[in-house]
C-alpha cells in the first residue's frame, strides 16, 4: 500500500514539462481546452482526493473514534482512487512528452 501510494505520489506530482508547441485555449470557447489540462485535472483530484483520505484517517487516530467497517473501506477505496487518478495522470503526461520529443 506505501510503495503503491509512492508511485502514485511521484508520478501524479512530478509532471513533465509542457512541450513549447503547446498551445493554451480558452476554457469557454473549447471544453476543458487541451489534452494537458486534463492530465493536470486528473493530477490535482487525484492529490486531492488522497489526501482528503488520508486527513480524515488520522483525524480518527488521534481523535480515538472506532470507524465501521463501511467507513474504513469507503476511506480506503477513497485513498486508492486517488492514487490511481495519480499514476494515470503521471503516465498518460509522460507518454504524451515521450511522443511530442520524438517529432
Known amino acids: 500500500m506505501m510503495l503503491y501510494g509512492a508511485a502514485g505520489f511521484y508520478l501524479g506530482i512530478d509532471l513533465p514539462p509542457v512541450p513549447r508547441n503547446h498551445y493554451m485555449h480558452?476554457?469557454?470557447r473549447h471544453g476543458l481546452g487541451s489534452s494537458w489540462d486534463v492530465v493536470e485535472l486528473l493530477s490535482a483530484a487525484g492529490?486531492?482526493?488522497?489526501?482528503?483520505?488520508?486527513i480524515?484517517?488520522?483525524?480518527?487516530?488521534i481523535l480515538d473514534e472506532t470507524a465501521?467497517?463501511?467507513?474504513?473501506?469507503l476511506l480506503g477505496f477513497s485513498w486508492a482512487a486517488g492514487a490511481t487518478m495519480q499514476?494515470?495522470?503521471g503516465v498518460?503526461?509522460?507518454m504524451r512528452a515521450?511522443?511530442?520529443?520524438?517529432?
Do not use: K
Open 26 to 28: 480558452l476554457p469557454l
Open 47 to 54: 492529490t486531492f482526493v488522497a489526501a482528503v483520505a488520508a
Open 56 to 61: 480524515v484517517s488520522v483525524s480518527n487516530i
Open 68 to 73: 465501521r467497517p463501511s467507513t474504513a473501506l
Open 87 to 89: 499514476i494515470v495522470a
Open 92 to 94: 498518460i503526461a509522460r
Open 98 to 103: 515521450d511522443a511530442s520529443s520524438a517529432f
